[in-house]
């Protein structure tokens, strides 16, 4: 068998139902491989995706950017979003310890009461 040319073809998601196409048909010469020709053509393909590519997010009638090539901000911001989750989960057991202290308080109250009636 013998190859004259091979097609790479690399799509990637950038979005909610969103796809970059990039695609390659590399014509082989002498010495070159299959094999060889498309790892070459895949790593072209993801260099031009992380110089080029930005994520568009929808939120509220407008379109912000995020440039996926700094991914160190969006670790930030996913820790402090992790961050306020488990302050917020605090929060919610310390209010829900306190209603409970507040029923028991209440409940003593009204025993109390109908022990004094009594």
Not at 64 to 69: G, M
Request: hydrophobic share 35%; glycine share 4%; charged share 35%.
């Amino acid at each position: 068998m013998k190859f004259k040319t091979v097609t790479y073809q690399h799509a990637v998601v950038t979005g909610p139902y969103l796809q970059d196409k990039i695609g390659f048909e590399i014509e082989l010469e002498k010495g070159d491989t299959p094999k060889g020709a498309l790892s070459e053509a895949k790593k072209i393909a993801e260099e031009w995706h992380e110089e080029h590519n930005t994520l568009t997010v929808v939120a509220s009638n407008h379109l912000p950017e995020i440039n996926l090539a700094d991914e160190r901000e969006l670790i930030k911001l996913e820790d402090l979003l992790n961050e306020k989750k488990n302050r917020l989960q605090d929060y919610e057991i310390f209010f829900a310890e306190r209603v409970i202290k507040n029923k028991e308080k209440e409940s003593y109250l009204k025993l109390g009461k109908m022990l004094q009636f009594a």
